[in-house]
T-cell receptor, first 113, second 111 residues
């Protein structure tokens, strides 16, 4: 099983450019998440989608937008990239139940120069 | 934003030794998760805890949900080289899907 798949794995952007990070899961999970990981900071939640058709801000949403395209796919968009958005981005998904363990993709390493 | 205090930040141990790490929060959580992350990979779930006082094992790993619901512990027995990585705790309050992650414990095992 593929689990959670993220594309691309690596990306370099110039300041001000835009891009969309893609995420798809094949586990039929209802909830999906986007996190960023910075050195020494652990993972911080950017946006999440509790179920298809809904999205909510997490801890650090500024500078990002998301789209829950369908149950499988949840994309993260940077409209105007800034160097502060250099980070590793992880998508995750979980089942909508009491047991909400999240399963993660392999990450997208983004550098903004 | 709120983060969990995880300790130690890093540790070097000899192969075969036991390892202990913990996570504390100022908030009460209803779920505690422990993840391991290898270089260049996403976090992988090790153990999930759902009740105060719960003790759960996964092979050589044992984790406990603290009685106060503000802390959790992870123990690794008889460490081996492949235990190297970063271990993260994560907590969640009831009715939310938002997990708060600790800053990680970096484990290095000396053969």
């Amino acid at each position: 099983n593929a689990g959670v798949t993220q594309t691309p794995k690596f990306q370099v952007l110039k300041t001000g450019q835009s891009m969309t990070l893609q995420c798809a899961q094949d586990m039929n999970h209802n909830s999906m998440y986007w996190y960023r990981q910075d050195p020494g900071m652990g993972l911080r939640l950017i946006y999440y989608s509790a179920s298809e058709g809904t999205t909510d801000k997490g801890e650090v949403p500024n500078g990002y937008n998301v789209s829950r395209l369908n149950k499988r796919e949840f994309s993260l968009r940077l409209e105007s990239a800034a160097p502060s958005q250099t980070s590793v981005y992880f998508c995750a998904s979980s089942e909508k139940s009491r047991r909400v363990e999240a399963f993660f993709g392999q990450g997208t390493r983004l550098t903004v120069v | 934003g709120q983060q969990l205090n995880q300790s130690p930040q890093s540790m070097f141990i000899q192969e075969g030794e036991d390892v202990s790490m913990n996570c504390t929060s100022s908030s009460i959580f209803n779920t505690w998760l422990w993840y391991k992350q290898d270089p260049g990979e996403g976090p992988v779930l090790l153990i999930a805890l759902y009740k105060a006082g719960e003790l759960t094992s996964n092979g050589r790993l044992t984790a406990q949900f603290g009685i106060t619901r503000k802390d959790s512990f992870l123990n690794i027995s008889a460490s081996i080289p492949s235990d190297v990585g970063i271990y993260f705790c994560a907590g969640s309050t009831s009715g939310t899907y938002k997990y708060i992650f600790g800053t990680g414990t970096r484990l290095k095992v000396l053969a």
